[in-house]
Each structure stands twice: as structure tokens, then as C-alpha cells.
């Protein structure tokens, strides 16, 4: 029989907490450039992988982990303009798969570049000194950095939903995710939007990869898999719902984390059995609107 | 060159015969030959559903992987004395595969389609990469033997490459006719005006999920076809046959060649094949210089080499 112990449990579902922490900020991210451009970024999961590894490259240089904390994400982000502006541009109005076939060939340089200029040998990422040990919670002791991580993910969730539901910028997002048309009819120069939005996207994989960093160790391929699995979250949450990201990428933290615990060799299957379930039970993904952005 | 292209485009079974049967004769060596065909017929079948039915796959490894699998596991590990019984049961796995995995991909559309199909194909991946006992897991599955072809009346030993090329020929030139037999049926008709405008296919009357459906499952016995082949070519089954790269290169390949024109897929697997030969030569990054060759494809010739000479489908139209 399977023995259950109370606080290995309770620490396997810290666990999976940061793990759907991380989810959750590339699926914010992925949503967020969705909902507004309809491009798939195929390359979200080897930004998540540059965000590791420029953090790596940051802490090298400047020994602080905060700086790189900081700059990394900015960097990633930078990187992310710079595709928007000059490549992705030339893709409106084409057809919706360009960009994904794009970003997926851009997936590819990225990867190939990490290992040639990293090495094919993962790097490790120390946490700060002073996120180094565990906190008493009372009931277990869990390490401080994850703590940190979940955290720092509630703050940055927090920024972003008072960045669109309180600022003008944010009004126009969420109006030219509903009716493109008719923002620009009011004269407004989307396409600034949505290199803005693309840009934000990108900095939160690149950041939800540095805090990925110290716990998963940083190597080329760690955003392949990751990718995958934040397309399932978006999937499940519904397509361009920043609620519905949130809420599935927390549940598939939890699928992830409990089947490792009670059945270490299906936890990469459940993830997509929960998504086959959703698909069968509620096509549109549980906060998706049927037929939206189809 | 327009005419010739016009020509081979009128007359695509016997241009295909007529060159692949010297093919083997213009290449470097011939066991790059036997993969051109292989993976031009992967290739084909993932066309026959993003170049035609206007569907993009992210995850064609499943089927391929699914043939090659289906048809090691029968000599391997069940000992099928018949290589038409090993080559049935993976086109036929690769087929219900495709049916079911199709039926919970037609439930959205679009974008998502295509992160849905890449999705299961990494579930088949590590369902595989789990089933040790079954499928050798990470090690890929050994011991397929050879086997001699059973032909009525004799028998035909394919040890050798050549002999190996010419059985390949002959069930990819199959396929081939099948392919041309398809597209010009009505059935196939309908593929091209879901392509085109999927509701006013459904306004015409047209069962359309049923059709992108078949078209989903004849896809996928060609992609099947082509992993069993690759199967007895290689006698092993690695597990990257299922692994998402496998999906990419074939959306590389078709797209490099020339999505929703005849040859574009054979033209593509063979570029690709090619400069991967080459590339590999010089330098291990290899996969940077293709990546780059594919997005600047995408960004200034969506059409394809072979698609930018004869004229072909260029994508989806934006809704």
C-alpha cells in the first residue's frame, strides 16, 4: 500500500505550488501575446531557457544575484522586441501559422546558439545567500527560494492585473484583444501595443526562467518541455484568459506535483490526460469563450 | 522550366517513377537515396494534411513513430515471420492512432489545432519512452530482423542497399498513385475548398469534420508507412522517432519544399537531407544553420522552392 505521509504530502504540494508558479508566468506571457496578436510563440520555452542562462552569464559579472534577477528578464524581454519589430511584423496579415512556424525555426537558432556558446554541459545557478535555507512553516520546513519564488510570482501578478485593469495602456490592450478594428477606427497606433505586449510576454518567460534556474539547473533544452506544457495550460485554462492561465497552470503544478508523489512515472503523462479530459468535458478550456480567436 | 514543371505536375506517378528510378545513381550514396524517399513519403502525407486540407500538425512524429514501432514490435518482440504482417500492423496502429488522436484535435480549430496535435504526440512520446518492456524505452527498440520479402513465388532478399531502395520505390510509388487517386477524387476536392473557406464547405452541405477527420487518418498511414519503413531500414526504432523534433522536421521539410504542391515534399526531404550530409561535415551546429535557412523561408518564400516554381498554396488566409 501506498504510505502517506502527511508532510511529505503537504511538501509535495509546496512543491508543485512553485511549479505552477512558473507555468503560470509563461502562460501569462504566452496568453498575453495570444489574446492580442493571435501569434503562438513557439519560441517562448528557448526565451524561458536565455532568461536561465543571461542570468547565469549576469551573475558571473556582477556576483548579485538580485542584479541578474533584474536584468535578465529585461534582457530576454529586449530580445523579444527586437523579434517582434523585425520578424514577426513582417508576418501580419498573413496566415495565423506563419508565426508559430517562425518562432518555431527562431526555437531552433536559440537552442543550437545556447549550446555553442554555453556548452551542451548543463550550468547550475546558485539562490542568493540569504534565500540559502529552509523556513520553519510550523508543519515543515520548506526552502527559503521557493518561498521566494512563489512570492515574487503572486507580486508580479498582482503588477500585471493592475497594469490592465488601472492604466490607459492597459485599456487598450484589453480593447484591441476584443476588437482590434475598432481601436484602431479611434485612432490608436496598435502596432506600438503590440510590440509592448510582446515584449512584456517575453520578459516574464525570461524571468519565470532565472527563477527557474536554481531549482532545475540550466541547460539548452529546458524550455522544450516546458513550452509544451504551458500550450497545455493555456489549452486547459482557455485560450487567452489570463484568469483561466493562472487557475490551470496552479492545477497542472498540482497534477505534476502529486503524480510525482504517488506515481513517479506518470507524472509527464497526467498532464496531458487532464488535458485530453478538459478537451472531451469543456472544449473551450475551463474560463475559454467558445470560438473565441479561432 | 515552367513547362517541364507543368508537365510534371500533369503527370506526377510517372515523373515520380521515371526519376526516382535513377535516383539512386545521382546521389553521393545510396543509403541517402532510401531516406529521401522515406522521408519524402513522411513528408507527403503531412502535406496531404497542412498543404491541402489547410491543418498544421506540430505533432506528425506520433504516426511515424507509431509505423515504426507498429512494425518493429511485430518482428521483434511478437516474431511476425511476414513482412507484409509487420508492415499491416503498422500502418495499421499508425492509423487508429490517427483516428483517435484526430477526433480530440478536431474539437478546436485553428492555432490550437496545432498545439493540440503536438501535445499528444508528446504523450504517445513518453507513454514509449515508459513502456520499457515494450517499445526498449530510451535505449530505442532493437533487434528487428531482416527478413526476406515474400512475394508469390519467390523470395527477395533486401540486404543489400539497392535492393532495400527498389522495395522502398515501389510501395513510396504506391503511395504516390493513392496520394493522386485522393486529391482528385470529389473527397479530395472538398479537402481543398476546406482549405480554402472550411464554412462555406459546411454552407455547401459538407459533413466538414468527418472529411478533415479521413483526411487526418489517411495522413496518418502515410506518416506510418514511412516510420515502418524507416523501421527496417535502420532495424532499430529510436525514440525520437516520436520525439517532437521528428514533427519539426517534417514540418521543415514540406515547408522548405513547398507546402500544397505534388512534389514540394520530396524536393524538401531531399534539401533537407542533403544539407544536414553536408552541414554536419563542417560543424556540429548544423540544426542553427537550417533553423535559419526555414525562417528566412518562411519570412520571403512561404511558397517553397518547389512551390515557387510551379505555384502552390502559401498558407492558411487569415480570418
Excluded at chain 1, 8 to 26: D, E, K, R, S, Y
Excluded at chain 2, 135 to 151: E, N, Y
Excluded at chain 2, 232 to 252: D, H, K
Excluded at chain 2, 272 to 286: G, K, P, Q
Aim: aromatic fraction near 12%.
Amino acid at each position: 500500500m501506498i504510505d502517506i505521509s502527511f508532510s511529505a504530502l503537504v511538501a509535495q504540494v509546496f512543491t508543485g505550488l512553485v511549479l505552477g508558479m512558473i507555468f503560470v508566468l509563461l502562460a501569462i506571457g504566452l496568453s498575453l501575446i495570444f489574446g492580442l496578436m493571435t501569434v503562438v510563440n513557439f519560441a517562448h520555452g528557448s526565451l524561458f531557457m536565455l532568461g536561465a542562462y543571461f542570468g547565469v552569464f549576469l551573475y558571473g559579472v556582477t556576483r548579485n544575484f538580485w542584479i541578474s534577477l533584474v536584468v535578465a528578464p529585461l534582457m530576454v524581454g529586449g530580445l523579444g522586441l527586437v523579434i517582434e519589430r523585425f520578424l514577426i511584423r513582417r508576418l501580419y496579415g498573413r496566415s495565423p501559422d506563419d508565426p508559430l512556424l517562425l518562432t518555431f525555426g527562431l526555437s531552433l537558432i536559440m537552442v543550437e546558439a545556447a549550446r555553442l556558446i554555453w556548452g551542451k554541459i548543463g550550468l547550475t545557478l546558485d539562490p542568493p545567500r540569504a534565500l540559502a535555507g529552509a523556513v520553519d512553516l510550523g508543519f515543515m520546513n520548506f526552502p527559503a527560494y521557493r518561498l521566494f519564488v512563489i512570492g515574487i510570482t503572486v507580486l508580479v501578478l498582482i503588477a500585471i492585473w493592475l497594469f490592465l485593469e488601472r492604466t490607459n495602456v492597459g485599456l487598450i490592450i484589453r480593447a484591441g484583444s476584443r476588437d482590434p478594428l475598432m481601436v484602431r477606427a479611434l485612432g490608436i497606433d496598435l502596432s506600438r501595443i503590440w510590440l509592448l505586449v510582446f515584449g512584456i510576454g517575453t520578459g516574464l518567460a525570461g524571468l519565470a526562467g532565472i527563477l527557474a534556474g536554481p531549482m532545475r539547473g540550466v541547460y539548452a533544452e529546458m524550455g522544450v518541455t516546458m513550452v509544451i506544457e504551458s500550450f497545455v495550460v493555456i489549452v486547459v485554462g482557455g485560450m487567452g484568459s489570463l484568469i483561466g492561465a493562472v487557475v490551470a497552470g496552479l492545477l497542472m503544478g498540482q497534477v505534476v506535483g502529486l503524480t510525482t508523489y504517488f506515481a513517479p512515472a506518470l507524472a509527464e503523462i497526467m498532464v496531458f490526460i487532464a488535458m485530453a479530459v478538459v478537451l472531451l468535458v469543456r472544449p473551450s478550456g475551463l474560463f475559454g469563450e467558445a470560438g473565441l480567436l479561432e | 522550366m515552367r513547362s517541364i514543371a507543368a508537365w510534371i505536375g500533369a503527370h506526377p506517378v510517372v515523373s515520380f517513377l521515371i526519376f526516382f528510378a535513377v535516383f539512386p545513381f545521382l546521389v553521393p550514396y545510396q543509403a541517402l537515396a532510401t531516406q529521401v524517399l522515406i522521408f519524402g513519403l513522411f513528408a507527403l502525407g503531412f502535406n496531404l494534411l497542412y498543404g491541402y486540407t489547410g491543418l498544421l500538425s506540430f505533432g506528425h512524429a506520433a504516426y511515424y513513430g507509431l509505423g515504426a514501432y507498429g512494425t518493429g514490435i511485430a518482428l521483434a518482440r511478437l516474431h511476425v515471420a511476414s513482412l507484409w504482417g509487420a508492415l499491416g500492423t503498422g500502418l495499421l496502429l499508425a492509423g487508429l492512432g490517427g483516428a483517435i488522436i484526430g477526433f480530440f484535435c478536431l474539437r478546436r480549430r485553428g492555432i490550437y489545432f496545432a498545439m493540440l496535435t503536438l501535445a499528444f504526440a508528446q504523450l504517445l512520446y513518453f507513454v514509449g519512452f515508459h513502456l520499457a518492456s515494450v517499445t526498449g524505452g530510451d535505449d530505442g527498440l532493437r533487434g528487428i530482423p531482416q527478413l526476406r520479402l515474400g512475394l508469390p513465388g519467390l523470395a527477395v532478399s533486401l540486404d543489400s542497399p539497392i535492393s532495400f531502395y527498389y522495395f522502398c520505390f515501389v510501395l513510396v510509388g504506391l503511395a504516390v498513385a493513392a496520394l493522386k487517386r485522393i486529391l482528385e477524387s470529389p473527397f479530395g476536392a472538398v479537402l481543398q475548398a476546406i482549405r480554402e473557406n472550411s464554412d462555406r464547405a459546411v454552407a455547401c452541405g459538407y459533413d466538414v469534420n468527418r472529411v478533415k477527420l479521413l483526411s487526418f487518418v489517411f495522413s496518418a498511414v502515410f506518416a506510418g508507412l514511412a516510420g515502418s519503413l524507416d523501421a527496417l531500414r535502420l532495424t532499430v526504432v529510436p525514440i525520437e522517432s516520436l520525439y517532437w523534433t521528428t514533427s519539426g522536421q517534417v514540418v521543415m521539410m514540406t515547408l522548405l519544399g513547398g507546402a500544397g504542391t505534388f512534389f514540394g515534399p520530396f524536393v524538401g526531404a531531399a534539401t533537407y537531407l542533403v544539407l544536414e550530409d553536408r552541414l554536419s561535415v563542417f560543424t556540429e551546429s548544423w540544426p542553427l544553420v537550417i533553423g535559419a535557412i526555414f525562417s528566412a523561408f518562411v519570412l520571403f518564400l512561404p511558397r517553397g522552392i518547389w512551390g515557387t516554381l510551379t505555384g502552390g498554396f502559401h498558407g492558411r488566409q487569415s480570418t
